[in-house]
């Protein structure tokens, strides 16, 4: 083992949306040097589309990326939820004039990859930001205010501070709760394909965003890449869980969906099934910070995906842990200012999605009747339903003002 000399005023552990915009908002508002540390042996994002609601427009805004970003985006019309066996239209979110109005910010959706080049290349323009591929870090301890990574060759890294935002399975988590992913028995399919192979048969919405909703098991379908791209998400609950080994099969979805809607059944054709993503999450810590060491986005609160918020809230914490970093002498204060606004809005989130998983996918009577009685109710212009998502820095901006 050898140790190298301090090699910034901070470490992020990871690469991914979230580190590098930590990075990004680090540098822009507090001016310290940054190093980033990746597992990959190069930068870049694997998946397929993303949704960006309003509050992680504002953080791309202030990180002075948004333009970049709505170049290479799809501004969709609408949010539909559509019952997957009859196509009827159960709710609608009208995303246009009034929802900007009311949110400050566009909706977007575009691919990940965008989105995390457009963050590394802006990240490329400050020489206080430096990379390092390569890097599976495996711990990190503080000791006399230097905090020290160590990788997967025994090799010794050594920083002011350290910020985990190293996913999922983050590492340096495990300096703060021994706890494990959950796994909710549910998997998902997902991939973009030329959007001529759809348009060709008349299949899709250019201009909305639907989720087809059923038991158990839901489709997310809309444009990416400025409309030159089709992303498909098929989500499913198996009924063959086991901890080790197959469940969640590409025979098990086509079972799964059988009998729904012909414009469904379609789309499950043109789904790439060579990846498969287990979908978990983690129950919420109540602390992540410990002296200069904090975590970041998934490492800190991971989530299910259905309210499509996990990236988001990645650069919610990476805009208010840079304005924390700003605003005090030391590391520590600041990461605990950090963590005390966003510990508690990470966790209402990762709960919300849960239950929201739920919602979108009861099999139940009961919850059938009531879900149904509320979206009776509901109209495309009740934009106070995602107040508590998409308002989150007006409200957080009338906090400071009051």
Known sequence: MFYMEKISDVIVVGGGIGGLAAALSIVQQSNKSVTVLEQAAQFGEVGAGIQLAPNALHVLEQLGVKKAIEDVSVFPKRLVLKDVYTAEELAVLDLTDGFQERFGQPYVVLHRSDLHRVLFEACQQHDNITFINNQKIQNVTEQDGIVSVNN????????????????????IRKHFSDDEPICSEYVAYRGTIPIEEVTS???????????????????????????????QVVVFKTYEYKPEGDWGT???????????HPLVERALHYISTQFRWPMFDRLPINNWTDGNITLLGDAAHPMLQYLAQGGVQALEDAFVLGEALAENDSYNAAFLQYQAERQPRSAMVQTSARKWGEIIHAEDDITLLLRQAIFEKHTESNYEVADFLYNYFNTRKQKVNA
């Not at 010794?156 to 999922?168: C, H, M, N, R, S």
């Not at 909703?213 to 444009?223: A, D, E, F, K, M």
């Not at 590409?250 to 729904?260: D, I, N």
């Open 250 to 260: 590409p025979e098990e979805m086509q079972q799964r969906f059988a009998g729904a």
């Open 152 to 171: 997967q060759n025994g090799e010794t890294f050594i920083a002011d501070a350290v910020i985990g935002a190293d996913g999922l399975k983050s590492k």
């Open 201 to 231: 048969k008349g299949d899709v919405a250019m201009d909305d965003v639907i989720m087809w909703i059923g038991p158990n098991l839901h489709l997310v379908q809309y444009p990416v890449r400025r409309g030159e791209l089709y992303n």
